[in-house]
């Protein structure tokens, strides 16, 4: 049983959304950190956002706020990155992850990895 599984991903052209999940199985969400990163072809893994689901607050890098967003179900057992006015630079493969805290996002343990999904934005 994999711990975290993306779905979501696909081609979609610049200024167009898309809606990632991040379905948890074998833990629930509740009282735990989620992050979504990003990795494109040549770069390095970057954050780009986290939701802490004791309290739904969540934190964005600077490259995707005001541009995605991350809701969540808890009765779902699943946390969301919805994606608007994407850009060609948003294209990499995008992975959640259940993180000790969003404030050590890039920096503290990381519990599970899902496989990730990929995510092109091209005309």
């Known amino acids: 049983q994999v711990p975290l599984v993306e779905s979501g991903g696909g081609l979609v052209e610049p200024g167009g959304s898309l809606r990632l999940s991040c379905l948890a199985s074998?833990?629930?969400?509740?009282?735990?950190?989620i992050g979504w990163f990003r990795q494109a072809p040549g770069k390095e893994r970057e954050a780009v956002s986290c939701?802490?689901?004791?309290?739904?607050?969540?934190s964005y890098s600077d490259s995707v706020k005001g541009r995605f967003t991350m809701p969540s179900d808890n009765a779902k057992n699943t946390v969301y990155l919805q994606m608007n006015s994407l850009k060609p630079e948003d294209t990499a493969v995008y992975y959640c992850?259940?993180?000790?805290?969003?404030?050590?996002?890039?920096?503290?343990?990381?519990?599970?990895w899902g496989r990730g999904t990929q995510v092109t934005v091209s005309s």
């Open positions: 992850a259940a993180v000790f805290s969003c404030l050590t996002l890039t920096t503290g343990p990381v519990y599970f």
């Open positions: 074998g833990f629930t969400l509740d009282y735990k950190a």
């Open positions: 939701i802490n689901s004791r309290d739904n607050s969540a």
